[in-house]
């Protein structure tokens, strides 16, 4: 990847006194890692757009969250720059708590990297914070459903939707809600695909393990980085096979390039790689299959043809032995994973 072309996106995490820590430090963690996980894990290179989060209070220096966890924000609203995107987190709120007239200089913050053009979101009860600045007050949003009645004693010009996880809002859905503690899954996901691609938030969450994992991790795993090795034979079938991975009798043909006898190529191959020469051919036609399930929408049995299986029942045998799912299940489970589309 030629990194001196790659591009930032900023994205500033609001921290009051009634944040809640694990939210903030797994979104920092997701989007600090975003594109590069994926390449430290795999050797594959990811997109060239990057996340780049920080933490924003009222005032620097250390603080403590209302439960207690250390805070240490980066920047303080006074000197931060305008974000392409600022959430305010879950907020652990005291029961019965009146939240109006509560953060001034944080709802003060928000609506002025609004009016600067920043994309503003919450997860959970964050959206308490953004109807405080007045972000919400004629728009759908969503929040936790224990938030309903606070919403309609405190703001009832907040058009609440606390059934869905997910809402984006507001002129090309600058205003972003999610609903739910874990949520933040989602919106993180979402804002992947939004500014990196639908590609790299599927990469994002196989490598994080977000979403669905009632299948186990197998529908999450990808062929891992291969190990260094020094065997010059081995690497001309490697580099052939991956190019014609769909071919007839592949194993055959790689031995071929190789000139080994078949059994010390094997032999070989094996040491190298770890994988058996036809392991490796499968695992490469697996998640090339993959990439055409969660990109387009041709029918599996054609994807199955394309990629080197001319029996459709051995392509689903072998697809579902390698990921855990069916090739149905594994496009319906990765092609939604970035959430609603932004509206034209």
Known sequence: MDRGRQRSISIGLVVVHESAAAVLYSLHEVFSFVGQSWEEMTGRPAGKVRLVPRLVA???????????VPISPDAAFADADVFDVVIA???????????RG?????????????AQGAIVCSVCTGSVLLAEAGLLDGLEATSHWGAVPLFER?????????????????????????????????????????FCGQEEAIRTAKVFVLGDRSEGQLPFAAMVRPRPYDDAAVARSQQWIAEHYA?????????????????????RFAAA???????????????????????????????????????????????RRSTGVTPARYRQRFQSVAGPKISP
């Open 247 to 267: 071919t007839a009798n592949p194993v055959a043909r790689m031995i071929e390039v190789s000139a080994l006898a078949p059994r010390t190529f094997k032999r």
């Open 58 to 68: 009222e005032r620097r220096g250390l603080t403590t969250s209302r439960l207690g």
């Open 89 to 99: 987190p879950d907020l652990a709120l005291e029961p019965g708590l009146d939240p």
């Open 102 to 114: 509560q953060w001034p200089a944080a709802a003060a913050w928000l609506r002025e990297q609004y």
């Open 273 to 319: 790689t770890g994988y058996s020469p036809i392991a490796y051919v499968q695992a490469l036609r697996i998640e090339e299959a993959k990439h055409l399930l969660e990109t387009t929408a041709a029918p599996t049995d054609d994807v199955g043809a394309q990629v080197g299986y001319a029996d459709p029942a051995s392509f689903r045998r072998i697809f």
């Open 154 to 194: 405190a703001y009832p010009c907040v058009r609440l939707e606390p059934a869905r996880v997910l809402v984006p809002a507001g002129a090309e859905h600058r205003i972003i809600t999610s609903g739910g503690y874990a949520s933040w899954a989602e919106l993180a996901l979402y804002l992947v695909a939004r």
